[in-house]
């Protein structure tokens, strides 16, 4: 299994938006082919999400297809990909 790791910035304000953006996000990314499972957190001034897929083509393809609407309450950061070598 892959993970594909987000970080991001919090932008000001971004409580308000959260719970709707982060359903629809969820929607999305359970649809990915290979999904198995993805944790969302942040501090209050970053934020980190941590995405499972079943392959290393899935965690690319997702990788490679991330984008954040200008609107969005995050400013992208970051976007790594790393082989799961124990999960428990």
Not at 25 to 33: D, G, N, Q, S, Y
Not at 55 to 82: C, L
Request: glycine share 8%; aromatic share 10%.
């Amino acid at each position: 299994m892959y993970a594909v790791v987000y970080q991001v910035d919090m932008k000001p304000g971004w409580e308000g938006d959260v719970d709707a953006e982060l359903d629809q996000l969820i929607e999305t990314v359970k649809a990915v082919p290979g999904f198995v499972r993805g944790t969302w957190a942040t501090n209050g001034k970053t934020g980190t999400s941590f995405i499972v897929l079943e392959n290393e083509a899935a965690a690319k393809e997702m990788a490679d297809g991330h984008s954040i609407p200008p609107k969005a309450s995050v400013t992208f950061r970051a976007v790594d990909i790393y082989e799961i070598v124990r999960d428990v």
